[in-house]
């Protein structure tokens, strides 16, 4: 019992010790470059937010048509499902 107190108590005191120390702030040179790599390493592709079905946005429910841009969605149709949540969809 008296080992694992010992050993709780020097954890704790090692922690408050890091914690409490000033951390050494170095410079990346050009963050540039490391961006660069990453994107050309990364699988994911940018899809820049093209979407044909409507969708709540920034300024309410919209839609992106291919050629013409963001379109806003006026209709919907609402229903009660099952367990009695109201949805609704936009067109």
């Not at 951390?23 to 940018?46: F, I, N, P, R, Y």
């Not at 979407?51 to 839609?63: A, D, Q, S």
């Amino acid at each position: 019992m008296i080992k694992k107190l010992t050993f709780a108590a020097a954890t704790l005191a090692a922690g408050m010790l890091l914690a409490g120390s000033a951390g050494m702030a170095t410079t990346a040179g050009s963050l540039g470059a490391l961006k660069d790599v990453g994107a050309a390493q990364s699988s994911v592709e940018k899809t820049h937010g093209w979407h044909r079905t409507c969708r709540r946005g920034l300024n309410g429910y919209h839609r992106h048509v291919p050629g013409v841009g963001r379109v806003q969605c006026t209709a919907r149709k609402c229903w009660t499902n099952s367990w009695g949540i109201r949805r609704c969809r936009w067109f």
